[in-house]
């Protein structure tokens, strides 16, 4: 996707109609979507390869253009032909967030879009050596439940570590993932059941519903400012939140799926992966607008945290 922002400031409302008139300062295009999660990837130190989609349009050229820029690979980048690239164009002033407005298509991709994304990604995983896949799942209409099944179960025959971001419409097809990472809403979603965030035992027994029925090893919840619970085969955690300013939580879903990945392809055990991935999330939100991780500032939050 493309995150383009528009910062301003606002000094009156409109004659118009009772909406703030922004005079307009300065328009920036950024990385989002999977390549945030690339970005966040390449800052902690690995190497990110994108397999996804955009358009043959103006916004589909400036995101190949941002990728070269950022020295990241268009291996796996597939152009479909008349389909819109995402844009979501989000309109700041005095670092907050006024609106935010979404130019997409979340209709699924054609069979042969679909079939020639999965033979591109079966190439990647043939030609080099891949430690982890990171499904960033946003609903769009790339990920299906047959590219889902069919990239598990390569990933699995190489022993290929697989994280999961899900959203609602392919939540229970993540079957035999390595972790599992929704946040409440996705969990309510998924489950079509309410679930008490203040509730452990509540928690406890939905997150197990879910290992159940997908077969995954672990779980991590995402709980915001409740932190993070997990459940492994070892047994579970809640892990709770730091206090932080927090000035904009656009993003953090994709920092902590990109730092958890690389924490657990670096062999790193699942409760030592999710209390850093909950510390980098927390980081992020700091900043306002969608920004990646800065691993210096990590390692120096880690090491406080882990000495106490």
């Known amino acids: ?74 291996e796996g980048i597939l152009i479909i032909p008349g389909r ?90 993540y079957k035999d993932v390595s972790l599992f990472k929704p946040n409440l809403k996705e969990l309510r979603e998924g489950l079509k059941a309410e679930i008490d965030p203040y509730s452990v035992t509540t928690i406890e027994s939905a997150v197990n519903a879910v290992k159940e029925k997908l077969g995954v090893r672990n779980v991590m919840l995402t709980l915001s400012e409740h932190g993070v619970f997990i459940s492994a085969e070892n047994g579970c955690k809640l892990i709770p939140a730091h206090i932080r300013n927090i000035a904009d939580v656009s993003g953090a879903g994709d920092t902590v799926i990109a730092t958890a990945a690389l924490c657990l392809a670096s062999g790193l055990d699942i409760f030592k992966t999710a209390a850093i991935a909950n510390l980098a999330g927390g980081l992020v939100c700091e900043h306002v607008g969608v920004v990646p991780i800065d691993k210096e500032q990590l390692l120096k939050e880690a090491e406080l945290v882990f000495s106490n």
């Open 84 to 173: 819109p690239t995402t844009v979501k164009t989000r309109i700041i002033a005095h670092n907050q967030q006024i609106v935010r407005f979404d130019d997409e298509t979340d209709s699924d991709i054609s069979d042969e879009g679909s079939f020639a994304m999965k033979n591109r990604i079966a190439e990647i995983i043939s030609e080099r050596n891949i430690n982890a896949i990171i499904f960033e799942d946003y609903d769009k209409g790339l990920i299906t439940e047959e590219l889902i099944f069919s990239v598990v179960n390569m990933a699995n025959q190489k022993s290929i570590i697989t994280v999961v971001d899900p959203k609602k419409r392919n939540f229970n097809f």
């Open 1 to 74: 996707m493309m995150d383009t922002y528009v910062w301003g400031k606002v000094e009156r409302i409109s004659p118009e109609a009772p909406v703030p008139v922004v005079r307009v300062t300065k328009n920036e295009n950024r990385l989002g979507g999977a390549a945030n999660v690339a970005l966040n990837v390449q800052s902690l130190g690995a190497n990110p390869i994108i397999c996804s989609i955009i358009g043959d349009d103006a916004a589909g050229l400036g995101l190949l253009s941002l990728l070269e820029n950022s020295n990241l690979s268009k």
